[in-house]
């Protein structure tokens, strides 16, 4: 009985290790279905790329394409005219011409002109000197070139009138340049910080 189980069971083992001894069958190679390329070196193989020709260092979505900037950008500056005066010094005429310029070169871009003075003097004075400090900015802007229908003029004559985060300068006329931002969104890179203070 003991030599009957013992043949069973080397028949039984000789049959599994027989069963599990069989070569498989070899791998059929398939023809590669996708473009595994990325073209325009984005980071994004070519079969799931949107946008085949993207701008080299561009941040991009994860189809490919660049992300786009388009945004209002906005840069105050003050202009410092003299007491109850609406001339300006050279330096201050430098400074509006420079922003001028700039802003020509600029999408919609616009200017903002907000004319102040000082609390001395009546309403009525002060409304018109900061009227008249509003049109010298204008007489520059017309003689530039820079398109009258750009800009937009208000004045601050009177103390409640006044915003807070303005408060506390004299003379002075604040003017508000607007402009839109079209374009690519870029990566940063070492050079970024560098290329922002030029």
């Known amino acids: ?3 009957t189980i013992t043949g069973l069971l080397i028949a039984l083992t ?7 001894a069989q070569t498989a069958e070899p ?5 590669q279905s996708r473009d595994l390329l990325d073209t325009d070196n984005d980071g994004v193989i070519n079969a799931r790329d949107n946008c085949g020709q993207t701008t080299a260092g561009a941040m991009i979505t994860n189809d490919g ?4 900037i388009n945004q209002i950008r906005e840069r105050t500056k003050v202009i410092m005219f003299n007491f109850d005066s609406s001339r300006l010094s050279k330096n201050e005429v430098d400074k509006i011409s420079e922003l001028l310029h700039k802003l020509m070169n600029l999408p919609e871009a616009k200017l903002l002109l907000i004319g102040d003075t000082s609390p001395e003097g009546s309403d009525s004075y002060n409304h018109a000197l900061a009227q008249r400090r509003v049109d010298t900015i204008h007489d520059i802007a017309k003689e530039i070139g820079f398109p009258t229908q750009s800009i937009i003029s208000q004045t601050y004559d009177q103390s409640d ?4 985060s303005i408060s506390g300068r004299q003379h002075r006329l604040i003017a508000v340049a607007q402009w839109q931002e ?3 969104q870029m990566m940063w890179n070492i050079f970024t910080s560098e290329q922002k203070n030029r």
């Open 1 to 3: 009985m003991n030599n």
């Open 14 to 20: 000789l049959g599994l290790i027989t069963g599990c």
């Open 182 to 184: 079209l374009g690519t």
């Open 65 to 68: 394409c660049p992300k786009n």
């Open 161 to 164: 009138r006044t915003p807070t």
């Open 27 to 31: 791998y059929a190679g398939q023809a």
